[in-house]
């Protein structure tokens, strides 16, 4: 006997569910590939290949979390695609993967991960990270910031920073000079601007 309901939406259909069998004129074989490649007559055919089951709402099942929504959902789960799944969204018990050209976005035990085969671009008025923060790279590359950057407490680094000029204290380092210069093993006075 053929399921109701349309190409595009696939009921995870299984043995006990509630339902009926809604009888046609003639077999439904050939509609549903269930049965012979032959047109259907008009005899009436001795067996349920003339009805289709059609799912029937039941009482006990789980509330809705919105009456006003359509809910999808099924004990694994549930996956929307398009027809050559280009685009897909898997929602199961474990998490939430969407994939589509190239990107991949996983929310999964209290984690996102996005992965790209290009690039990812955040853009807003105001970006704001709230945590610990690592940037890796194994190919070698750079972080570069375009930007006036402001840091409002301690940097702290393992490796050397390079800079054309830094001001420190409000002294520019690359040419400031120095008070009580003295000549040889002398100790001069601080930095001037």
């Known amino acids: 006997m053929p399921l109701f309901g349309p190409e595009y939406i696939r009921y995870p259909i299984k043995k006990g569910d509630a339902g009926m069998a809604v009888p046609a004129d003639v077999s439904l074989g050939k509609v549903s590939g269930l049965g012979a490649n032959t047109p259907p007559t008009i005899d009436q055919p001795p067996n349920l290949s003339a009805h289709v089951f059609l799912p029937c709402g039941y009482t006990r099942w789980k509330p809705p979390i919105d009456p006003n929504a359509v809910e999808i959902y099924a004990p694994a789960g549930a996956i929307i695609h398009d027809t050559a799944s280009n685009s897909t ?6 998490g939430i993967t969407l994939t589509t050209g190239g990107v991949t976005a996983t929310l999964q035990n209290g984690k996102v991960a996005i992965t790209a085969s290009s690039e990812i671009t955040l853009n807003a008025p105001q970006i704001a990270l709230n945590g610990t923060l690592t940037a890796t790279d194994s190919s070698g590359g750079t972080a570069t910031i375009n930007a006036p950057t402001q840091i409002n407490n301690r940097l702290t680094t393992s490796g050397p920073i390079t800079a054309p000029d830094a001001i420190i204290n409000g002294v520019q380092q690359s040419s400031h000079k120095h008070t009580g210069v003295q000549p040889g093993g002398g100790t001069s ?5």
């Open 89 to 94: 969204i898997t929602v199961s018990p474990s």
């Open 189 to 193: 006075g601080g930095p001037t601007n």
